[in-house]
């Protein structure tokens, strides 16, 4: 009996490391936290994802392309720079980036991020939520739908513009970040 027992233990913490290493959680749900992480960066500081309003877009794609979820996805029209990075374990839950250029350099940003599951989606949306609560106080709902935080970066006042998008094949998040 004893034997079973200790088996059935090592067992159960066998699958629940593994399961937590996959990406998942001990009910089997998406681990939401590595997708925040890699979609948000938010210890890099700046803006978003450690990148700053008026920088030039070499500067932009050099910073970008040293992390390893992060490839250039076009960068055919010269105002624009297209980042793909993936979130999590799975590249199935990935965000494409648009960094958008002037003379002066940075001044808007587009991010459609996407994940396996409605409830993943969900859970990245409410952490990006929070975390931009914390960093720039309460949001307002937009008459588009949008929830709205403003935020100030050196000289530049900014809005923050973030949808949670429900499409059932591949639900996730639109989040736009311009100067206002």
Do not use: C
Not at 6 to 14: D, E, G, I, R
Not at 24 to 40: H, I, K, T
Not at 70 to 92: F, H, N, P, R
């Amino acid at each position: 009996m004893k034997n079973i027992f200790l088996s059935l233990m090592l067992l159960f913490v066998f699958t629940g490391g593994y399961a937590q290493r996959a990406g998942l959680d001990r009910s089997g749900a998406v681990n939401v936290e590595p997708l925040f992480q890699d979609l948000m960066q938010p210890d890099a500081g700046g803006v978003f994802r450690g990148v700053y309003f008026d920088w030039s877009k070499s500067k932009v794609k050099d910073f970008e392309l040293t992390r390893s979820t992060s490839s250039l996805y076009k960068e055919d029209v010269e105002t624009e720079l297209v980042i793909t990075t993936d979130m999590g374990a799975d590249i199935m839950n990935f965000a494409d980036i648009t960094y958008t250029f002037d003379e002066k350099g940075l001044y808007h940003i587009k991010v459609e991020s996407y994940a396996t599951s409605k409830q993943a989606a969900d859970d990245v949306y409410n952490k990006v939520v929070a975390f931009f609560t914390k960093k720039l106080g309460a949001g307002v709902l937009a008459d588009d739908g949008y929830l709205e935080f403003k935020g100030k970066s050196g000289a530049y006042n900014y809005i923050v513009a973030l949808e949670n998008i429900e499409y059932e094949d591949s639900p996730g998040m639109y989040m736009y970040i311009y100067v206002n």
